[in-house]
């Protein structure tokens, strides 16, 4: 078949290095009205002719974890909104994000996802998605509005098992888990035992010690870890998949190891703040320590060598930034000043711009990955999760045209001011890093070239997901599940 006697290409992509998860060729890529028509060596000019000559060609980033222009659980607003988040996602290599539509308990489903999707819609610069962030799951919520808004396309969910304002307890994680199951839903999970860190902050501040870094002491690793193993059997026993979000600990990635050996369907995600940052970044003089801290904390050397190795080994399949952007001010870190203490700081640090150049350099370019692994962590097994595949996540025909050069050989100093979100600090200045994004296109628009932004505000798609394609194919339930399953009514709809 010749795509290539059809209509001219408008955009083609020649000379290219191609990286899939599955494999590395050299080809020109032919793109028409968005999507790619055409892989091939020695296609013919496009409307326009982009010669990647020297670069990297790779899918898309796809960002499956970022709070945008949200209300934190804490009743803290985000400093990034649809536009400066996603300019910042952009600039970074990253052309869809997931970011979250957040219940809080006393608000109605439909209308949090109404309202997300008019902010984004009238800002986004790339094409994004919803997870539902579920907080009140009441009967209206399990019966009526969570089974619409999966149908509609937002296939997976956040639920919490700490916070006051967001946490489910076990009863209603089953509930919710049920639900999921029934719809094909994905349930996210964020493991951390409640009232282990409640007992361990209260003891801290009794004793005075409210500085930042203390935030790590409470959030201890076993709180980490008992959550996920906890979580894991609830989602054996509902029969469901579960994927443990922002995975920080050697513990914990020992515990979601373990379950995937037995079969277990579970899936995890890290972040770049699990690679790059300790507990001791948040010791710092004053209230600086703030800006490292983020839930669950990051935490020791060893932890980081266990999240770079289930990374490798694919017990975590997702890399995603969890860029959750508050400001070094009364806005975010710091609502009483130098007085706040670590229960009183925003929860989260940013990362939506750097998540791929920090994994392309300290990853790829340092050998600890392959190039194939960096796209299957970055994009192609995000698309797959939360069924966005086959329309993003390849270099493929038939795909979406969201494409990002990279250029190996430029060198970047990271400093705050030259990155586009509204944070106004990053945890990571002053890093060197080698390998930079340097032209994006999404949906064969080109989005950044020249180190400018080319796109309006308001010009990213809302997508509307299927069903996740979980990454392998394993039973989800525990071995005795198929003999009770029926007469507690459990069913699955994938
Ligand atoms: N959980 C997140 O997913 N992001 C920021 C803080 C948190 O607790
Ligand atoms: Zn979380
Ligand atoms: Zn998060």
């Given amino acids: 078949m010749t795509a290539t006697n059809d209509k001219p290409f408008d955009l083609t992509i020649r000379n290219g290095r191609i990286s899939n998860a599955d494999g590395t060729f050299h080809a020109d890529i032919g793109i028409r009205g968005g999507v790619i028509a055409h892989v091939a060596p020695d296609l013919p000019p496009g409307a326009r002719d982009v010669d990647a000559m020297g670069r990297w060609v790779l899918p898309g980033g796809i960002d499956s974890h970022c709070h945008i222009e949200q209300l934190s659980g804490m009743g803290v607003m985000c400093a990034d909104d649809f536009y400066s988040g996603t300019v910042s996602a952009a600039f970074g290599g990253t052309t869809t994000i997931l970011s979250f539509a957040a219940q809080h308990r006393a608000d109605s489903i439909p209308e949090v996802v109404a309202a997300y999707g008019k902010l984004a819609r009238e800002k986004a610069v790339i094409d994004y998605g919803f997870h539902l962030i579920l907080t009140n799951p009441d009967e209206t919520a399990l019966r009526e509005h969570l089974p619409k808004v999966i149908r509609e396309g937002i296939t997976s969910l956040k ?246 050069l990279w250029n190996p050989e430029r060198t970047v100093e990271v400093s705050a001011a030259m990155l586009h979100d509204n944070v106004g600090y990053t945890p990571y200045e002053g890093r060197v890093l080698q390998g930079w994004p340097e032209q994006v296109f999404s949906r064969g628009r080109c989005v950044v070239r020249d180190n400018a932004l080319q796109v309006e505000r308001g010009t990213g798609e809302y997508i509307a997901r299927g069903r996740p394609d979980p990454l392998d194919s394993r039973p989800a339930a525990s071995l005795e599940r198929g003999r009770f399953s029926e007469l507690v009514g459990l069913s699955r709809g994938n």
């Fill in 159 to 404: 639920v919490y098992m700490t916070y006051d304002k967001l946490k489910l307890d076990d009863y209603q994680l089953l509930e919710v888990m049920s639900v999921a199951g029934e719809e094909g839903a994905l349930v996210m999970m964020h493991a951390e035992n409640h009232d282990m860190i409640r007992w361990i902050a209260h003891r801290l501040l009794e004793r005075g010690h409210a500085a930042p870094k203390f935030h790590a002491v409470a959030h201890d690793a076993l709180a980490e870890s008992e959550a996920t193993n906890r979580a894991i059997a609830l989602a054996r026993l509902a029969d469901v998949p579960v994927l443990i979000v922002h995975v920080a600990g050697r513990e914990t990635v020992d515990v979601i190891r373990n379950a995937r050996r037995l079969g277990a369907a579970v899936y995890a995600e890290s972040c770049p703040q699990y690679l790059f940052l300790e507990a001791a970044d948040s010791d710092k003089p004053g209230m600086e320590g703030a800006k490292f801290c983020c839930s669950p904390p990051p935490r020791d050397a060893d932890s980081q060598e266990a999240v770079w190795a289930g990374l490798k080994d694919g017990t975590l399949g997702v890399y995603s930034s969890d860029h959750a952007p508050y400001r070094f001010d009364a806005s975010g870190k710091l609502p009483k000043g130098d007085a706040t203490t670590f229960k009183e700081m925003a929860n989260g640090v940013p990362g939506i711009e750097l998540r791929l150049p920090l994994l392309f350099s300290e990853g790829v370019m340092k050998g600890r990955l392959g190039i194939e692994e960096f796209v299957a962590l970055t994009s192609t097994n995000h698309a797959r999760m939360y069924g966005l595949a086959p329309r993003k996540g390849a270099i493929a025909v038939g795909a979406d045209a969201d494409i990002v």
